[in-house]
Structures are given as structure tokens and as C-alpha cells.
């Protein structure tokens, strides 16, 4: 059961018949501002990237200079995030070779996905980007693919003005640890449990 000042707010009418909305503000005294976010989406369910990329246009709007780094993702799949960000002035890099369970020499995609990291890293510290997006770079962590103490130092001592997300499941401890948002994305329900297939424009 939900507890905390968003409780009643977050129930169903099912959870409980007197819901009724908030009237005492929930937010905190003495909020201040930040010069740079960390951002961390995890979690088994559908929308970490998703969500990054509703961050990447907010960030649009409001003239910053985004670059984007996608790592396990094939740049050979063209997906619409990657077409619409580029036509509005992202850098986009993609170091993806694909699903790892297709893969002939995970070796050779170990490599590039080390070649993906060495790019935002030196995106992140060149601090020309307000906002840099780092997709799926937690299975790099997990795999041991990347240095995980030499991703934690980058982000944490990244210049002051550059927001990052991370997106991708199982987020170690250590990048939670120094996030200042973490969203864990539940699966309740898929389509791929129904046997349906990733859908153009919903999905990718």
C-alpha cells in the first residue's frame, strides 16, 4: 500500500473508496536550485528510453546542445527517436550491435560498446552538451564491459552545467548512489506476453 504525503493521490478508487485529491502542498520546504541533474530510468518495464527522450525534447525547446550516446541498440535499426532527433540538431552516436543473445562474437561487441564509452565520456567532459543521454549503458556496468568506478567518477565530477540520463535495467548501486533522480519502471503488462511484436511508432 502506498504511504507518504502522494498516498491517497495514488490509489484507486478500488484501493480506496474515499480517495479524494490533495489539498496540503507534499512538496518539501526549502527547495533550491541545481546547476545539473544526474538522471538514472531503470527497472524491468517498458519507457526508460522513452522517457529520456521526453527529457531530450524538453531540452530542445529550450535551445540546449543535446548529444546522444545508445549503446546495445543497432544503429542499423533507424528508430524514430534517432530520426527526429537528428533532423533537430542532436548528436546522435549509436554503438549498438544489437541484441547480445544475436550476436556471433560478443567480443567484438564488448569492443564497441568500450569505443561507445570512450565517445560520452569525452562528450561528457568536453562540457559542450547541456544535456548528454546515455542509453542502456547499465548493462555495460553489470557486464563489466566499462570500468564501473571510471563511469561513477565521470558522472559525479562531470562539469557542473551538463545534465545526464542513464537509462537501462538493473542500474548498480553505485550510479543510484549518486543520482539525484531514480525512476525504477515496473512491468505490470506487456504486449509481448500476448505473443505481439514490437510495434513501429510505439515501440521503436
Not at 536550485?33 to 538514472?40: D, G, H, M, Q, R
Not at 543521454?133 to 558522472?155: A, F, G, M, P, R
Not at 552545467?161 to 548501486?173: E, L
Request: charged residues 25%; proline residues 4%; glycine residues 8%.
Amino acid at each position: 500500500m502506498p504511504t507518504g504525503p502522494y498516498a491517497r493521490w495514488r490509489m484507486s478508487p478500488e484501493q480506496s473508496p474515499d480517495a479524494e485529491p490533495l489539498t496540503d502542498d507534499p512538496r518539501p520546504d526549502g527547495l533550491r536550485s541545481a546547476t545539473s541533474l544526474l538522471l538514472v530510468h531503470t527497472g524491468d518495464g517498458k519507457g526508460k528510453s522513452s522517457s529520456a527522450f521526453g527529457v531530450m525534447l524538453r531540452a530542445l525547446a529550450l535551445d540546449w546542445k543535446v548529444a546522444v550516446v545508445q549503446f546495445i541498440k543497432s544503429g542499423d535499426w533507424k528508430v524514430g527517436e534517432e530520426q527526429m532527433g537528428v533532423q533537430l540538431g542532436v548528436d546522435w552516436n549509436s554503438f549498438g550491435d544489437g541484441f547480445t543473445w544475436d550476436s556471433n562474437n560478443l567480443e567484438q561487441d564488448r569492443a564497441h560498446a568500450a569505443e561507445g564509452w570512450g565517445r560520452a565520456k569525452a562528450l561528457i567532459e568536453a562540457g559542450e552538451h547541456r544535456l548528454v543521454i546515455l542509453d542502456e549503458l547499465t548493462y555495460l556496468c553489470t557486464w563489466s564491459w566499462v570500468d564501473i568506478d571510471e563511469v561513477v567518477s565521470t558522472l559525479a565530477n562531470r562539469p557542473d552545467h551538463v545534465n545526464v540520463v542513464v537509462t537501462g535495467r538493473d542500474a548498480p548501486q553505485v550510479l543510484i548512489d549518486i543520482a539525484d533522480t531514480v525512476t525504477e519502471m515496473r512491468e505490470v503488462k506487456h504486449a509481448y506476453q500476448q505473443g505481439i511484436r514490437a510495434k513501429r511508432g510505439i515501440d521503436y
